[in-house]
């Protein structure tokens, strides 16, 4: 069929799925006459006829869906939108795809749309032309207006990463010639273009974000990702250091002791309080503890609790600033952990239960094996979801990294 008419539209194929295989059936029933056979040739006949319907829906599958037709022209495309409705660290580990979209396809324009929260991580991208933002309780108005804004623009593609409900209607209400919608463990809704499943249990996310890329017959390399700081922030990262008495001869340790995400991906503040307190007086080292403005009641507790400690309660761009001047960075499975990889900082990351090691952080990206704590635990569900009982875990065996491990790896990196 796609030799003799390689270019059918989804109107022809279901139009001719439908006729031809009633055509077919009545070719083997009446003609051949299966009706002679009585149930057998009603069975015969009814399934050779699905099997046309089958052969039409594998031609959609596989020459339409499957991006051939996209691949053939690509040259057509200029302006792509890309989506990413996640969190901190799922903006993070988004990057490469721009960077790869700009090194293969110079010539295109490319937009993100993202939650408000995530912006500033793409603040100052050379490769993009423009952010958009979105509230994360964003009402019905908001949207309305987005998706008008957005369909002004003439998208000819629209890549929407690590797809969920929300984000799929969202990309099929924009006006664009074509859609991907990379889903995760859930068939690709309102895709032009299936990208296939690659679930093996420790392909990452970078990896399945960057096979939209594959699916269009582009060869994406370089899956570090990056972010952009200014000269400006620096100098001000700069300033707020000599401000607070840090010396920059002596080594500088970021840490992050809070998260809001579930409870079960939290080290816990007093580890943090016991690692920073043996770092500062039995080791000499400086440790600075950045929190968003969202987290300054534990923020407070913690400088109560640590002698010598600065910390820092703020924006996320001067925070971006802060981690890049320092040495390391010990971090919860949160954005910051990400933000400090991108910055070619040494990150520590203290992982909980589930497949955040395997999914976030990317063998070839994150090197240095030792840099991640993690346990694997019986006590979680295949797909990493809930605690098996007794639920909850009040232990939290999967967080169970020593103060003592960690402060023996982090002094190991600051020597290095």
């Known amino acids: 069929l796609y030799q003799s008419e390689p270019s059918l539209s989804l109107f022809n194929i279901v139009t001719r799925a439908l006729t031809v295989s009633l055509a077919n059936f009545i070719r083997n029933w009446i003609l051949r006459k299966g009706i002679r056979e009585g149930f057998e040739g009603l069975v015969f006949s009814t399934l050779d006829s699905i099997a046309v319907v089958l052969g039409y829906l594998r031609y959609h599958e596989k020459y339409i869906r499957s991006g051939r037709q996209l691949r053939d022209q690509l040259n057509s495309v200029k302006k792509i939108l890309i989506i990413k409705l996640r969190g901190l660290g799922d903006a993070v580990i988004a990057t490469p795809v721009i960077k790869n979209i700009n090194k293969l396809m110079p010539n295109v324009s490319i937009s993100i749309l993202t939650f408000n929260f995530c912006r500033p991580l793409f603040e100052n991208n050379p490769y993009l032309e423009e952010i958009y933002g979105l509230s994360g309780e964003a009402d019905k108005g908001e949207v309305t207006r987005l998706v008008d804004l957005l369909s002004q623009q003439n998208f000819d593609l629209i890549l929407n990463l690590h797809s969920r409900d929300f984000s799929s209607r969202l990309a099929?209400?924009?006006?664009?010639?074509?859609?991907?919608?990379?889903?995760?463990?859930?068939?690709?809704?309102?895709?032009?273009?299936?990208?296939?499943?690659?679930?093996?249990?420790?392909?990452?996310?970078?990896?399945?974000?960057?096979?939209?890329?594959?699916?269009?017959?582009?060869?994406?390399?370089?899956?570090?990702?990056?972010?952009?700081?200014?000269?400006?922030?620096?100098?001000?990262a700069e300033?707020?250091?000599?401000?607070?008495?840090?010396?920059?001869?002596?080594?500088?340790?970021?840490?992050?002791?809070?998260?809001?995400?579930?409870?079960?991906?939290?080290?816990?503040?007093?580890?943090?309080?016991?690692?920073?307190?043996?770092?500062?007086?039995?080791?000499?080292?400086?440790?600075?503890?950045?929190?968003?403005?969202?987290?300054?009641?534990?923020?407070?507790?913690?400088?109560?609790?640590?002698?010598?400690?600065t910390v820092y309660v703020g924006l996320l761009r001067q925070s971006m600033a802060l981690?890049?001047?320092?040495?390391?960075?010990?971090?919860?499975?949160?954005?910051?952990?990400?933000?400090?990889?991108?910055?070619?900082?040494?990150?520590?990351?203290?992982?909980?239960?589930?497949?955040?090691?395997?999914?976030?952080?990317?063998?070839?990206?994150?090197?240095?094996?030792?840099?991640?704590?993690?346990?694997?635990?019986?006590?979680?569900?295949?797909?990493?979801?809930?605690?098996?009982?007794?639920?909850?875990?009040?232990?939290?065996?999967?967080?169970?990294?020593?103060?003592?491990?960690?402060?023996?790896?982090?002094?190991?990196?600051?020597?290095?």
């Open 239 to 309: 300033g707020f250091m000599l401000e607070q008495k840090i010396d920059s001869s002596k080594k500088l340790v970021i840490v992050h002791p809070s998260s809001y995400k579930d409870w079960n991906n939290n080290w816990g503040l007093e580890r943090f309080v016991t690692l920073s307190h043996q770092l500062i007086h039995d080791h000499g080292h400086q440790v600075l503890a950045c929190f968003p403005k969202k987290e300054q009641s534990i923020a407070k507790l913690f400088l109560d609790q640590v002698e010598g400690v």
């Open 172 to 236: 099929k209400k924009i006006k664009a010639r074509w859609r991907i919608n990379r889903g995760s463990f859930i068939r690709e809704k309102y895709s032009d273009i299936i990208v296939g499943s690659g679930h093996e249990l420790d392909r990452s996310s970078i990896e399945l974000d960057l096979d939209c890329l594959r699916a269009i017959g582009l060869n994406p390399q370089d899956k570090n990702p990056e972010i952009f700081i200014t000269s400006e922030e620096i100098q001000w």
């Open 323 to 416: 981690i890049s001047k320092s040495d390391l960075m010990i971090d919860n499975t949160s954005g910051q952990s990400h933000i400090s990889s991108a910055l070619n900082i040494p990150t520590l990351v203290l992982t909980g239960p589930g497949d955040y090691k395997k999914t976030y952080y990317d063998r070839d990206v994150h090197k240095e094996e030792g840099l991640i704590f993690h346990h694997e635990v019986p006590c979680r569900d295949f797909s990493m979801s809930r605690c098996l009982p007794p639920d909850p875990c009040q232990n939290q065996v999967c967080l169970d990294h020593s103060v003592e491990d960690v402060l023996k790896k982090t002094l190991e990196v600051l020597r290095s």
